[in-house]
């Protein structure tokens, strides 16, 4: 497997660990977790179980914390980056893996985009709430979708419950778009929509379809 995948975390990395875990299945070769400083402790232990380069950045400056991000990201370039990261990606470094970076939003875009999408959510007293799977571009979250999935709120229901039942559904979104990228079955139309290929689209409550069996 030489499809090579670098995975940046904010909290607890609990996508890029199922990642890694599945990386037989997704054919991935995954390289390096940065982790930001205020990241779950237990994931340097991880990386060393499954023999895949750690770093973790401190806390510094945000034009310091770019530049340590640009060295470790770029130093090889990689196929693909996967973003459940706090942090807006420089410019420069976005550039750099155009069409190669994916973040993972707790909305569905294009409502509620940038920080605590699920609590505006709230706020506002919605029925429906999900996660978008999107390319990073300079524009936060403003990036083309690649996939999403929804989860209704019935009557009475904690909205906190939301969280547990979009999470759910993102794991094996997340892993199914991981592997739609290895695959080379993602592509973009005239206008900049990306499609993947023989995908299945419409359906309930993850779109398009997931397809592994993991």
Known sequence: MSYKVGFCVSGKGMLARA???SS?????????????????????????DHKIKFVKIPHMPRDKFNECLQQY??????????????????????NCYKGKMINVHPGLLPSF??????????T??????????????????????????VVSLGLNEKFNNFGLKIYKHLEPMFLQTIKWYANGRIYKDEIGRIWVKNALYGQIPISPSIELKI
């Open 124 to 149: 506002y007293g919605v029925r429906f709430a999900g996660a978008t799977i999107h390319e990073v571009t300079e524009e936060v979250d403003a990036g083309p979708i690649i996939s999403q999935c």
């Open 73 to 94: 990201l770029t130093n090889p370039i990689l196929d693909l980056v996967c973003l459940t990261f706090d942090k807006i990606i420089s410019p420069k470094l976005v």
């Open 24 to 48: 037989e299945e997704l054919q991935i070769k995954p390289e390096i977790l940065i982790a930001e400083y205020k990241a779950d402790p237990e994931l340097e232990s991880f990386c060393a």
């Open 113 to 122: 985009d940038g920080k605590n999408a699920l609590e505006r959510a709230e």
């Open 19 to 21: 990642a890694i875990c």
